[in-house]
């Protein structure tokens, strides 16, 4: 019987390292992990690695001196927290070379057990934009969950920066909710960059008013407004085209019923008629 050895191309070695030995480069790794969404996956991974251990290595940039993380920002933090509470487990290692834009291209697309938000791929694809990466190239960096292609794509990663270079307190608005009569509402990205774009001073007000609006409504998320857009506004022109020939038909119908009828206003219904078809 063949073995996997007698089938490989060639073998990747994982390490089994102590977490407390990876560091974390202040301001190189986009995750935002003191979101409320970071930190209850951090305490489900923690909980998870405790009771299975670590399904899925994380990877490092090794200089010779030091262990820089890469990818695997929350199983890292996850079993730091093992480690404080006395539950010594190792984690499995690879080591990655390369550039810096490689490095953090390769970390957005590792990122499958908690996708980064919008704010956090805008944070890392400014970043490479800075590098020289055009839309198109960033645009393949856009997390697989999301199904986007092409122009699509790119229209993501432009959102995306456009939300990181939004006013600060947009920003935070975004990652921590706003809180309204002693209750916090969440605040959809899509309404921080409609509000940035309408106005970049008075963001975060229209971006209150929303939320107190939503939390009235009973709801937990502001989220932009609807718009109408072209296939709807083609629709809703539609109908009222109809509805106009509907009424023109029943008034014709109502004088023909008439005895005797108005050749005169039978007459000038039939132009009225004509005119609206052609609209």
Same mark, same amino acid.
């Given at each position: 019987?063949?073995?996997?050895?007698?089938?490989?191309?060639?073998?990747?070695?994982?390490?089994?390292?102590?977490?407390?030995?990876?560091?974390?480069?202040?301001?190189?790794?986009?995750?935002?992990?003191?979101?409320?969404?970071?930190?209850?996956?951090?305490?489900?991974?923690?909980?998870?690695?405790?009771?299975?251990?670590?399904?899925?290595?994380?990877?490092?940039?090794?200089?010779?001196?030091?262990?820089?993380?890469?990818?695997?920002?929350?199983?890292?933090?996850?079993?730091?927290?093992?480690?404080?509470?006395?539950?010594?487990?190792?984690?499995?290692?690879?080591?990655?070379?390369?550039?810096? +834009? /490689?490095?953090? +291209?390769?970390?957005?697309?590792?990122?499958?057990?908690?996708?980064?938000?919008?704010?956090?791929?805008?944070?890392?694809?400014?970043?490479?934009?800075?590098?020289?990466?055009?839309?198109?190239?960033?645009?393949?960096?856009?997390?697989?969950?999301?199904?986007? $292609?092409?122009?699509?794509?790119?229209?993501?990663?432009?959102?995306?920066?456009?939300?990181?270079? +939004?006013?600060?307190?947009?920003?935070? /608005?975004? /990652?921590?909710?706003?809180?309204?009569?002693?209750?916090?509402?969440?605040?959809?990205?899509?309404?921080?960059?409609?509000?940035?774009?309408?106005?970049?001073?008075?963001?975060?007000?229209?971006?209150?008013?929303?939320?107190?609006?939503?939390?009235?409504?009973?709801?937990?998320?502001?989220?932009?407004?609807?718009?109408?857009?072209?296939?709807?506004?083609?629709? /809703?022109?539609?109908?009222?085209?109809?509805?106009?020939?509907?009424?023109?038909?029943?008034?014709?119908?109502?004088?023909?019923? $008439?005895?005797?009828?108005?050749?005169?206003?039978?007459?000038?219904?039939?132009?009225?008629?004509?005119?609206?078809?052609?609209?």
């Amino acid at each position: 019987m063949a073995q996997l050895r007698d089938m490989s191309h060639g073998k990747l070695e994982a390490y089994k390292i102590d977490p407390r030995m990876v560091e974390i480069r202040e301001g190189f790794n986009f995750r935002d992990t003191t979101t409320p969404e970071a930190q209850a996956h951090i305490a489900w991974l923690a909980e998870s690695i405790a009771e299975r251990g670590v399904d899925e290595p994380i990877t490092v940039e090794n200089t010779g001196e030091k262990l820089y993380l890469v990818a695997g920002e929350c199983r890292l933090l996850a079993l730091r927290k093992l480690w404080d509470a006395g539950n010594e487990v190792y984690v499995p290692t690879f080591s990655y070379k390369g550039d810096e +834009a /490689a490095v953090l +291209a390769k970390s957005l697309v590792e990122n499958g057990s908690l996708p980064p938000s919008l704010l956090e791929f805008g944070r890392a694809a400014e970043r490479l934009m800075v590098f020289g990466w055009d839309w198109k190239r960033i645009a393949a960096c856009v997390p697989p969950h999301l199904k986007l $292609k092409g122009k699509k794509a790119e229209k993501y990663v432009k959102d995306a920066v456009e939300l990181q270079q +939004a006013p600060i307190a947009v920003k935070e /608005a975004v /990652a921590h909710g706003v809180e309204v009569e002693g209750e916090n509402v969440a605040v959809s990205p899509s309404l921080a960059v409609h509000a940035t774009r309408k106005s970049r001073e008075k963001a975060p007000e229209i971006i209150k008013e929303a939320a107190v609006k939503a939390k009235a409504a009973g709801k937990k998320e502001a989220k932009r407004p609807k718009t109408e857009g072209p296939a709807a506004a083609k629709k /809703a022109a539609a109908v009222i085209h109809v509805r106009a020939l509907e009424k023109i038909g029943d008034d014709m119908a109502k004088e023909i019923l $008439k005895v005797p009828f108005d050749l005169d206003i039978l007459e000038s219904l039939a132009d009225e008629w004509k005119t609206a078809r052609k609209g």
